[in-house]
């Protein structure tokens, strides 16, 4: 699976923003999908994920209330919907899938495929 991560920019705190990883491959429903983000100076971070129908959602609690994960299989692309943005969600957002057994994992380790990122970048 090549995963093609899109949608990052420059926007106000406070504004919007919709992330898209594409992905190749026919087997694309049988991922579950995560967002990662690695801001500058710190560790690669779970942000959120989705089992392979959609039907099960995870957030870590900073995104929690502000950030949507959401997939189209007919369309092999997972988007995150970042609204109410804030500085602190400035970093490179990393899409991933995985095999993994488990109905949901923030382990980046069980982690099969990473798409190249996309730059977000929160003004005050």
């Known amino acids: 699976v090549q995963l093609q991560a899109s949608g990052g920019g420059l926007v106000q705190a406070g504004g919007s923003l919709r992330l898209s990883c594409a992905a190749s491959?026919?087997?694309?429903?049988?991922?579950?999908m995560g967002w990662f983000r690695q801001a500058p100076g710190k560790e690669r971070e779970f942000v959120t994920a989705?089992?392979?129908?959609?039907?099960?959602?995870y957030y870590a609690d900073f995104v929690k209330g502000r950030f949507i994960i959401s997939r189209d299989n007919a369309k092999n692309t997972v988007y995150l919907q970042m609204n109410e943005l804030k500085p602190e969600d400035t970093a490179v957002y990393y899409c991933?899938?995985?095999?993994?057994?488990?109905?949901?994992?923030?382990?980046?380790?069980?982690?099969?495929?990473w798409g190249q990122g996309t730059l977000v970048t929160v003004s005050s």
């Open positions: 989705v089992n392979w129908n959609g039907g099960v959602t």
């Open positions: 991933a899938a995985t095999h993994s057994t488990m109905v949901i994992t923030t382990t980046q380790d069980d982690y099969d495929y």
């Open positions: 491959g026919r087997t694309f429903s049988s991922y579950g």
